[in-house]
């Protein structure tokens, strides 16, 4: 009887079944998508190859709702920096302005008696130390809502940093929160669909390559790289 030399192994060293599988597939989104075309295109010229539960046609039909779901998360990530370098330029104005507002309260009511008035302009104290504009983009949204009350409570509407200028900054401060909230959104659902399309087509990918083993015991690697399944690829 043999002895049993994996006992000792670590666990990485053992193959495990899936792991051929595994390696024969590419892993990222376009690789994967631009081969289930090529064996969807394949497979619909060889419809004698069958798997009960999924044909050609559907194959390929979810190939192209991959590609697509791939390419519009794409577009849309790729305009994620813009609109958080955008936001990240409003925070700079707000921070700056802040301390202009700051110094009107102080002109009015003295340096002391000051920051018992920012609360009404929606400064809060951070963990800083620091009097500012929540950082939360939530929160900083509410509180640029207060800060125009606050402008036009204490009658600093006309000054520089008063009420056009804060109204300005709290309308582009929305538009790109909306922007940057909806394209997260947008984002995350298109992963979810790509992701279960995904795990469909691995699984089909899968099944052909083991049916055309079955099919062809002996020449079963030429058959697996004419219907574009090149492991050495990936």
């Known amino acids: 009887m043999q002895p049993d030399t994996t006992a000792n192994m670590p666990p990485t060293a053992i193959a495990r079944p899936s792991d051929k599988h595994k390696r024969i597939l590419p892993d990222t989104d376009i690789d994967l998508g631009d081969l289930c075309n090529f064996v969807g295109q394949h497979w619909q010229q060889n419809k004698w190859l069958v798997l009960h539960w999924l044909s050609a046609d559907k194959f390929l039909?979810?190939?192209?709702?991959?590609?697509?779901?791939?390419r519009d998360k794409r577009v849309q990530r790729s305009s994620r920096p813009t609109i958080t370098g955008d936001l990240k330029r409003l925070d700079t104005e707000i921070n700056n302005a802040t301390a202009y507002v700051k110094g009107y309260l102080a002109e009015k009511y003295g340096k002391e008696m000051a920051a018992n008035?920012?609360?009404?302009?929606?400064?809060?104290?951070?963990?800083?130390?620091?009097?500012?504009?929540?950082?939360?983009?939530?929160?900083?949204?509410?509180?640029?809502?207060?800060?125009l009350k606050?402008?036009?409570?204490?009658?600093?509407?006309?000054?520089?940093?008063?009420?056009?200028?804060?109204?300005?900054?709290?309308?582009?401060?929305?538009?790109?929160?909306?922007?940057?909230?909806?394209?997260?959104?947008?984002?995350?659902?298109?992963?979810?669909?790509?992701?279960?399309?995904?795990?469909?087509?691995?699984?089909?990918?899968?099944?052909?390559?083991?049916?055309?083993?079955?099919?062809?015991?002996?020449?079963?690697?030429?058959?697996?790289r004419g219907w574009g399944f090149q492991k050495e690829k990936y």
């Open 61 to 70: 039909s979810n190939t192209h709702q991959y590609n697509s779901l791939v």
């Open 150 to 224: 606050g402008i036009a409570l204490e009658n600093f509407t006309n000054k520089t940093y008063g009420t056009g200028f804060w109204d300005s900054i709290k309308q582009k401060f929305d538009s790109y929160l909306e922007q940057a909230i909806n394209t997260d959104s947008g984002v995350s659902a298109k992963t979810g669909d790509k992701n279960l399309l995904r795990k469909e087509l691995r699984k089909a990918l899968n099944a052909l390559v083991h049916a055309l083993k079955a099919h062809f015991p002996d020449t079963w690697k030429t058959e697996l």
């Open 117 to 147: 008035y920012y609360a009404a302009f929606g400064i809060a104290h951070n963990r800083e130390g620091r009097f500012r504009i929540p950082k939360d983009r939530t929160q900083r949204s509410e509180s640029l809502a207060q800060m």
